[in-house]
């Protein structure tokens, strides 16, 4: 039965490092199109200085949410490690309802989780 839990755990970890992949692939697709974009302008000189500095806002933009949602992964999968070193299979529940609720604004509030660990 432990063995499998940590099978589930594993899964759902996994699916996370391939969800984020995913969603990190379509931002660098968005981005080289972009680039793209802008190589071509220079070269025809057909659009307006503004619309590039909007394009390189938006590719900052889009490469600081990457950074962000890069930090966020580490810090939930540290978090993670951090409960499974410590209470093995103990706290199953709370990791699946992390992974699958920690996008909604309602749980976003630490006091929200204090339940779980006192």
Do not use: H
Not at 9 to 34: A, E, Y
Request: net charge positive; charged share 25%.
């Amino acid at each position: 039965n432990n063995v499998n839990e940590w099978r589930n755990i594993v899964g759902l970890m996994q699916n996370k490092v391939l969800q984020t992949q995913k969603n990190f692939n379509q931002l660098m697709v968005t981005i080289k199109t972009l680039e793209d974009g802008e190589g071509k302008w220079k070269k025809k000189q057909l659009k307006k200085k503004w619309e590039l500095e909007e394009k390189v806002n938006l590719i900052d933009s889009m490469q600081q949410e990457m950074g962000q949602m890069k930090e966020e992964y580490e810090l939930q999968l540290r978090g993670v490690e951090v409960i499974l070193v410590n209470n093995g299979t103990e706290y199953f529940a709370f990791i699946y309802f992390f992974f699958f609720y920690s996008k909604k604004k309602v749980f976003a509030s630490p006091s929200f989780y204090a339940p779980f660990f006192f």
